[in-house]
């Protein structure tokens, strides 16, 4: 909850921040929040302030669409390495 609110109000204290920097302020957000739901929010809340209502509209899509791949490939490799170590572990 910190961190989300120091993100925010980073976004807020510096309006001219480049497009990267936003984008890192946002990873950093996402990255201490755990909750798809709070991710989201705290997503539309940094997009309004940094690139307005229809950017936000289309970050959140891209945001999602991102997240999703994301945790299927994390979700993928956690598995996998499960598994290959149990398969050693058997061995």
């Known amino acids: ?10 976004i807020l204290r510096n309006p001219d921040l480049s497009f990267s920097q936003v984008i890192g302020q946002i990873a950093t ?3 201490t929040l755990q909750v798809g739901f ?3 929010a705290a997503i539309t809340v940094t997009a309004t302030v940094a690139v307005g209502f229809l950017g936000s509209i289309f970050l959140i899509v891209i ?3 991102i ?3 994301l945790s299927t490939k994390i979700i993928d490799l956690l598995f996998s390495n499960k ?3 149990m398969e050693e ?3």
């Open 1 to 10: 909850w910190v961190n989300l609110f120091v993100g925010i109000t980073n």
């Open 29 to 31: 957000v996402v990255a």
């Open 38 to 40: 709070w991710i989201a």
């Open 63 to 65: 945001s999602s669409v």
């Open 67 to 69: 997240l999703n791949w």
């Open 83 to 85: 598994y290959l170590f």
């Open 89 to 91: 572990m058997t061995l």
